[in-house]
């Protein structure tokens, strides 16, 4: 099985890159968070000398680094499972060849998943050999960027590091595989091969079982946390902040084909705008939403985590200010944290995007024998773009109004001054970066589709 695994991959490449540049940025990132975490611990005397000399812990610089891996790994989840459902989707036409060849839909789903597997052990290795190269140097950056004076002290990547850059990718890819193996797994052979798309309604019901079962555990969570917080000292608080957000973020991830169309559609009808381009692309970004719903999720989850933790500091700061203390909260690393997430997920979401470029040149042709003018297929894909944005800000501001919210509740039940402060500047900067993102991915294609023949794109195959 090993050889057609191969040879399905190598035949499939044209799809299959995604999910290896994904899995190689995720081990170079976890692999660079490794090196720092292992190189500035206490078995590294130079650095603990400094440490020691500016008063500060043992574990202050090595646990940014190992903070940054342990919240990287939901989202790497999260983003390898989006990228390798569009991966699969684009290969439908293959695995139809092995249904009709008489494979079962249980082999076909196992030989998927050990495509995905080993697709992400190509990045990963891939990914541990940058990190032999770079590891080291921005290892260093980052240490000077916690603390500047741990400048000049290399850091050397540790043995440990590179055997953990390199199995991180195959391990999480496991988990992120599963559900998009038996969901290609039971697409019917003969709508494959003729290359119909699945049915809007056919799985809707077990779709919205699993988004309520989600939403129910998430409020479940979220009325005992906020019901009994824990304590502010000791970054208790924090640490249960950052598990709401991340819980929001996954509870997300698995009902996006369904929340994601409500909120487009909520947006787009809270926001009238007179003219046949607005309710044209509102239905046009709902339908994208069904399909391709896992990337505005995997988009507000940058966003989201940016919010949560930045919006966490700033409340504990407001909290601090009201009791008297004047002190400055440093966010350089909070910055570094989501930065480097924000990287993974704006790739992600790109390579999904790119990979549903042939659609968008069908489509485009569509509305272009309807009668719609060029401007009005570009600004019908800027609308797309925006409305999509905006359901990504909504689960991004969920995501943040639920950690936030925590240490506000915490300082009321210790008889703290609550002051709940929502981070607008940096959710405003990652809510633009997302627009452009999303903007780049749907206008630059309905551009070029402009440009291809009308008969040539509607063709079928």
């Known amino acids: 099985m090993s050889g057609a695994i191969l040879r399905s991959v190598l035949a499939g490449r044209a799809a299959w890159w995604a999910p290896a540049l994904v899995a190689s940025l995720s081990s170079l990132l976890v692999g660079i968070c490794l090196v720092q975490t292992l ?12 440490l020691r000399s500016e008063g500060l812990e043992t574990d202050h610089v090595a646990s940014v680094g190992l903070s940054l891996s342990v919240m990287m790994l939901p989202i790497i989840v999260i983003v390898l499972a989006t990228v390798s459902s569009a991966a699969i989707t684009a290969t439908t036409p293959d695995r139809a060849r092995w249904r009709l060849a008489g494979a079962p839909p249980s082999m076909l789903a196992l030989f998927v998943l050990l495509e995905i597997v080993l697709v992400s052990l190509a990045g990963g290795v891939l990914g541990a050999l940058g990190t032999a190269l770079l590891g080291g140097p921005l290892s260093g950056l980052l240490n000077r960027l916690i603390l500047p004076e741990l400048a000049g002290i290399e850091v050397q990547p540790a043995p440990l590091a590179l055997l953990g850059a390199a199995v991180v990718p195959p391990l999480t890819a496991l988990v992120a595989g599963l559900l998009p193996a038996l969901r290609g797994a039971r697409v019917p052979a003969i709508r494959a091969v003729r290359g119909e798309s699945e049915p809007s309604g056919r799985h809707s019901g077990r779709r919205g079982v699993i988004t309520g079962l989600g939403l129910c555990a998430l409020c479940a969570a979220v009325v005992l946390t906020y019901r009994r917080p824990p304590v502010l000292d000791g970054g208790q608080a924090l640490t249960a902040g950052l598990g709401l957000a991340v819980l929001t973020l996954v509870v997300a991830g698995l009902g996006a084909r369904t929340l994601v169309p409500l909120i487009v559609r909520a947006v787009s009808r809270l926001l009238p705008v007179p003219g046949a381009v607005w309710p044209l692309a509102g239905d046009g970004a709902v339908a994208r939403a069904h399909v391709s719903g896992a990337t505005v999720v995997a988009l507000a989850c940058g966003t989201g985590i940016l919010g949560a933790l930045t919006g966490m500091a700033r409340t504990s700061e407001a909290i601090s200010r009201a009791l008297g203390s004047h002190e400055d909260y440093n966010l350089l690393d909070t910055y570094v944290i989501c930065g480097v997430i924000g990287l993974l997920c704006a790739v992600g979401g790109a390579c999904v995007l790119a990979l549903s470029a042939g659609d968008r ?8 024998a309807a009668g719609m003018a060029p401007s009005q ?21 969920a995501t943040t109004l639920m950690s936030t919210g925590l240490i506000t509740r915490a300082a009321a039940v210790e008889g703290l001054p609550a002051r709940l402060t929502l981070p ?3 959710l405003a900067v990652a809510g633009a970066l997302t627009a452009a993102v999303l903007l780049a991915a749907l206008v630059l294609p309905a551009q070029r589709a402009l440009g291809a023949s009308v008969r040539g794109s509607l063709a079928p195959g």
């Open 424 to 426: 607008w500047p940096e």
């Open 361 to 368: 040149r069908r489509e485009v042709a569509t509305l272009r």
């Open 377 to 397: 297929v570009r600004g019908a894909a800027a609308v797309e773009a925006l409305l999509l944005t905006a359901a990504s800000m909504v689960i991004s501001l």
């Open 39 to 50: 190189g500035t611990d206490a078995t590294n005397p130079e650095i603990q000398a400094v």
